[in-house]
């Protein structure tokens, strides 16, 4: 049973840091690119990052670039994403995501293989 757990999430003021991560497992999880959604009270969900298997490579939501880093370990079967400069909007829900087909560019917020419950971030102004 594949399960995606988000970790990291909570309350902080704007201009903080939070590091979010996503440990998998049921997965042969380097064969996964993987990303992480966001959505907030009353809106859609949202692409924020995503990394390619190998995590040489990653993309990023232009309002977040310049401010969040996404990595992985293959070796932990787990992702990070490190949220620096944070501002009241990025207040969501942050949902980890995985797909084995797609490549990392080509995330979309439907059609991914395998969700996380979510873990909630919240930035105080």
């Known amino acids: 049973q594949v399960q995606l757990v988000e970790s990291g999430g909570g309350l902080v003021q704007a201009g903080g840091s939070l590091r979010l991560s996503c440990a998998a497992s049921?997965?042969?999880?380097?064969?996964?690119?993987m990303g992480w959604f966001r959505q907030a009270p009353g809106q859609e969900r949202e692409f924020v990052a995503s990394?390619?298997?190998?995590?040489?490579?990653?993309n990023y939501v232009d309002s977040v670039k310049g401010r969040f880093t996404l990595s992985r370990d293959n070796g932990k079967n787990t992702i990070y994403l490190q949220m620096n400069n944070l501002k009241p909007e990025d207040t969501a829900v942050y949902y980890c995501?995985?797909?084995?087909?797609?490549?990392?560019?080509?995330?979309?917020?439907?059609?991914?293989?395998?969700w996380g419950k979510g873990t909630l971030v919240t930035v105080s102004p």
């Open positions: 049921g997965l042969s999880f380097n064969t996964y690119a």
């Open positions: 990394i390619s298997r190998r995590g040489d490579n990653a």
């Open positions: 995501a995985a797909d084995q087909d797609k490549p990392y560019y080509h995330f979309a917020p439907y059609g991914m293989d395998y």
